[in-house]
């Protein structure tokens, strides 16, 4: 049975992934490691000898990083460089999640492995730059994914469902952007498809893994809404009213060119994570 390293086990994926693996997995919130501490990396790596690592931990403060680029950086490049020093001489497989914002939205169709990445803001950039560090290692594995939610941590699906239990029979409407196009993608499903890819013999290289289908932010909330039974109205607005400080792609979907298992279509992911929020067990 492979021995699994989990970093920023706080985090959705990596708590996905802590539901999904079977035992014989370090969880680095349990240590509270930093991944900016290239020793601290180096000596939890050495002493759990792992045969792969969920490199989950990352800046993901899309905003945050376009106003501290220095930070985010620290985590997603060096950090994962430290990730990377940790296994050299080893034959660990690192899997580092990466993201749709590494691309500029152009394209008009959903982006495939062998497109250019392009990213317009900051973390997209940092992200990147820590998929070049993972590419560059022999047994290195990206997977980029996009718009994740989950019953736990900070995420879209979270954040609208308390918003629109706070005005349910206000007549207060939810105003949400809708042009902007992506994959939402269930970090339940993801991590069970990266643990299936991955005994089917995943090799290295880049993978695209997101929730099939693809929609706006807008449609994502009215689904959110709609499962919830709640009584909201769901008005979409645009990019530019919603004034976010860092720049996003406009249509960001992904899908894939690689023989790799297919994850379910978003809704199903969302309706999963909604009946968990609702009735939590
Ligand atoms: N969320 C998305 O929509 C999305 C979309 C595409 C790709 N991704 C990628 O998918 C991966 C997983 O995302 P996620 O949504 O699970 O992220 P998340 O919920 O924000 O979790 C990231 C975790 O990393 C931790 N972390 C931050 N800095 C750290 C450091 N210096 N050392 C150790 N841990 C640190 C965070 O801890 P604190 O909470 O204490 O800071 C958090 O627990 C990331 O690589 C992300 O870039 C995410």
Request: aromatic content about 8%.
């Amino acid at each position: 049975m492979p021995r699994w390293f989990v970093t920023g086990a706080g985090g959705q994926l990596a708590s996905a992934f802590a539901h999904v693996l079977e035992d014989q997995v370090f969880l680095s919130n349990e240590e509270a490691l930093d991944i900016r501490d290239a020793e601290a990396v180096r000596t939890a790596v050495h002493a759990f000898a792992p045969d792969c690592i969920l490199h989950c931990a990352a800046y993901t403060n899309v905003d945050g990083a376009e106003a501290n680029e220095d930070a985010a950086e620290a985590v997603n490049v060096l950090g994962t460089r430290n990730v990377l020093q940790a296994v050299r001489g080893t034959h660990t497989t690192v899997v580092y999640f990466s993201t749709d914002y590494v691309f500029d939205g152009a394209k008009g169709a959903p982006y495939v492995e062998s497109d250019l990445p392009r990213p317009l803001n900051a973390y997209g950039r940092t992200k990147l730059a820590g998929e070049q560090e993972v590419l560059g290692w022999a047994h290195g594995i990206v997977i980029r994914t996009s718009w994740l939610f989950s019953e736990t941590g900070h995420n879209f699906v979270k954040t609208i469902l308390a918003a629109a239990r706070d005005r349910a029979g206000t007549g207060e409407p939810l105003r949400v952007v809708d042009d902007q196009v992506g994959c939402p993608t269930y970090a339940g499903h993801l991590a069970a498809t990266v643990d299936e890819a991955l005994s089917l013999g995943l090799g290295p290289g880049l993978y695209h893994m997101a929730g099939s289908g693809y929609c706006s932010w807008c449609e994502l909330a009215r689904e959110v809404v709609q499962l919830a039974g709640l009584d909201v109205e769901v008005e979409p607005i645009t990019t530019a009213e919603a004034g976010r400080p860092a720049p996003r792609p406009l249509f960001s979907a992904l899908d894939t060119e690689r023989p790799i298992p297919r994850l379910p279509h978003w809704a199903e992911g969302v309706a999963e994570a909604v009946d968990k929020l609702i009735s939590p067990a």
